[in-house]
């Protein structure tokens, strides 16, 4: 049976976007060896993004970051990526940061195509090693997600923090009923087609989006090489700082296995 593509923009229509997006707008210059980048995703509309550059021979990261983030905030961050042997590129949602263009739960979701196609070119353009992954954290979980059911070719593996996959609760909250009911389905579907290694990372006392919705995620995709690392003690915005070592020695085994 033909796969069909969720309908995200009856989140939209039920008003979803009211209660799950908090764009903070920012502007600021990129530090010394990073790089910004826009990404047109409609007409009159375009996303930021900053490369943060440490080697053009060490795999990268498309990251896509949490509500109320911007990209500056991972000024200081990318150094700890780097630290482990990474290049980090993070995109703004539309109206975040120095974005144009008004956040939608449907934008959220297809501006990924876009972003991923981008950020190969990008890299292609200035001699990046191919090792590549896509990474989401928190509300960033769903471009990643469905850029590792749609378009996971060049890519390696794909890393979820914080993060939920399924649509049932916030369809439910949005009041969606019966209506939601084949957006949600087929949003199941996406899940369970991918098939990417996956690296689920989440905070044990996480008190946005609760343990179970990680173990729910990582029982769901469909990938045999998967793994579930829960940090002790974390919350949903304190796990990188609570469980720097564990976070970051995961991503670190997590990416240097695949990219050999």
């Given amino acids: 049976m033909e796969r069909s593509d969720p309908d995200y923009a009856l989140l939209d229509r039920l008003g979803t976007g009211r209660a799950i997006f908090y764009p903070r707008p920012d502007r600021t210059l990129p530090p010394e060896g990073a790089s910004d980048h826009r990404i047109a995703v409609a007409e009159g509309v375009e996303l930021a993004a900053r490369l943060y550059e440490g080697d053009r021979s060490w795999p990268s990261v498309l990251y896509f970051h949490g509500n109320g983030e911007v990209v500056s905030d991972h000024d200081d961050v ?6 482990v042997g990474l290049n980090l590129f993070v995109v703004d949602f539309r109206g975040y940061g120095a974005s144009s263009g008004s956040p939608t739960f449907a934008a959220l979701v297809g501006d990924a195509i876009p972003a991923v196609e981008q950020f190969h070119a990008i890299l292609d353009s200035g001699g ?23 378009r996971p070719d060049r890519l390696c593996g794909l890393i979820i923090e914080s993060g939920a996959g399924s649509l049932s609760r916030l369809a439910a909250m949005a009041g969606g009923g019966d209506d ?5 389905a087929a949003h199941e ?27 729910e995620l990582h029982e769901t995709i469909a990938s045999t090489d998967r793994e579930l690392l829960v940090i002790p003690g974390a919350g949903h915005n304190d796990i990188l700082w609570v469980g ?14 695949l990219a050999t």
Avoid at 190 to 215: C, F, M, N, Q, Y
């Fill in 78 to 83: 990318a150094t700890i990526y780097h630290q």
């Fill in 128 to 150: 990046f090693a191919l090792p590549r992954f896509v990474m989401g954290r928190s509300l960033g979980a769903h471009p990643a997600l469905e850029i590792a059911a749609r």
């Fill in 180 to 184: 939601a009911a084949p957006l949600v």
């Fill in 189 to 215: 579907a996406k899940l369970r087609s991918i098939t990417l290694p996956t690296l689920i990372l989440h905070g044990e006392h996480d008190e946005l989006i609760p343990l179970d919705r990680a173990v």
């Fill in 244 to 257: 720097l070592q564990e976070y970051f020695g995961a991503i670190a085994r997590f990416t240097s296995r």
